[in-house]
């Protein structure tokens, strides 16, 4: 059993920055590929970013792309979103996914075995 716990959301101007954790206990290390959804008000859970199990791989979705940096440290334990030029549409509750299988398989949405129960990012115009 893997828990998941984010952290470092909130409240940030546009065009700052932001960093959010996802730390994971149990059974944890290189075991799982990580990354981040994202969810806005009346819209559906999206894609932002992944990284394979010993991180030597990242992918991002378009809307993110050169403004956001996914990580993870060298236990693998804890996996980092650094966020950066921030704007409204990037509001949305952040939520941490693992999965065994890869960080493409954790990009479609399936297979993904262990959610967070997220934490809220809020870009201010």
């Known amino acids: 059993q893997v828990q998941l716990v984010e952290s470092g959301g909130g409240l940030v101007q546009a065009g700052g920055s932001l960093r959010v954790s996802c730390a994971a206990s149990?059974?944890?290390?290189?075991?799982?590929?990580m990354g981040w959804f994202r969810q806005a008000p009346g819209k559906e859970r999206e894609f932002v970013a992944s990284?394979?199990?010993?991180?030597?791989?990242?992918l991002y979705a378009d809307s993110v792309k050169g403004r956001f940096t996914i990580s993870r440290d060298n236990a693998g334990n804890t996996v980092y979103l650094q966020m950066n030029r921030l704007n409204p549409e990037d509001t949305a509750v952040y939520y941490c996914a693992a999965t065994a299988a890869t960080a493409g398989m954790l990009k479609s949405g399936y297979g993904i075995d262990y959610w967070g129960k997220g934490t809220l990012v809020t870009v201010s115009s």
């Open positions: 990284i394979s199990k010993r991180a030597g791989s990242t």
């Open positions: 149990g059974r944890t290390g290189s075991t799982y590929a």
